[in-house]
């Protein structure tokens, strides 16, 4: 009887403990502060440390998964505020929106690198998207004209284990539905 207890134990414990995420690499130099509400930890990374063809105009396709010539916004890890650096794309995003939009609807398209729970990731994506939202509409695109949905980790642009890979995922995707 004991013996049978020990092995209910034991399996009980496997399967409670499940698949475990990965924890975030440390060697991404981000700075938490000392909130206990992960939902709202603002955290910064040193932006030199992102690739600069995230804001090239001249250089629409690095590292876009954006379409109708518009450029995907990038977010720090674990983050949703947009930088200065991404102000200027989302303005370079509204001047081709000018031009495009017309009486069609924008989609913004919320995404994370795959640190996190699954819930987790999908309500950041939808603050990463409502933050983009928020800033386009704050330039002039009427509201009404855009939607947007939130993939969590699941439609990652980028899949090696690499810190220039995670902040690949880390993004919005802007394209014009049809």
């Known amino acids: 009887m004991i013996k049978k207890i020990a092995i209910l134990s034991v399996l009980a414990l496997l399967l409670l403990s499940g698949c475990a995420k990965k924890d975030p ?37 690095g590292f876009n998964s954006s ?11 674990g983050g949703y505020s947009i930088t200065s650096q991404m102000q200027g794309v989302i303005s370079f995003n509204k001047d081709i929106l000018s031009q495009k939009l017309g ?27 409502k933050a983009v939202m928020d800033s386009l509409i704050s330039l002039g695109i009427p509201q009404n004209q855009i939607d947007f949905v939130s993939f969590g980790e699941s439609n990652p642009q980028c899949r ?19």
């Open 103 to 129: 009486n069609r609807k924008l989609k913004l398209e919320g995404n994370c690198d795959e640190f996190g729970t699954d819930e987790y990731n999908y309500a950041l994506g939808l603050k990463r998207t």
């Open 160 to 178: 090696e284990a690499t810190d220039d890979c995670y902040a690949r995922n880390r993004r919005v995707d802007l394209g014009l539905k049809k």
């Open 25 to 61: 690499n440390p060697s991404l130099g981000n700075n938490f502060n000392n909130n206990n509400d992960i939902a709202t930890d603002v955290v910064t990374i040193d932006e030199s440390s992102t690739n600069s063809n995230f804001d090239d105009a001249s250089n629409p396709n």
């Open 67 to 77: 379409t109708d010539g518009m450029k995907s916004v990038y977010f720090d890890f």
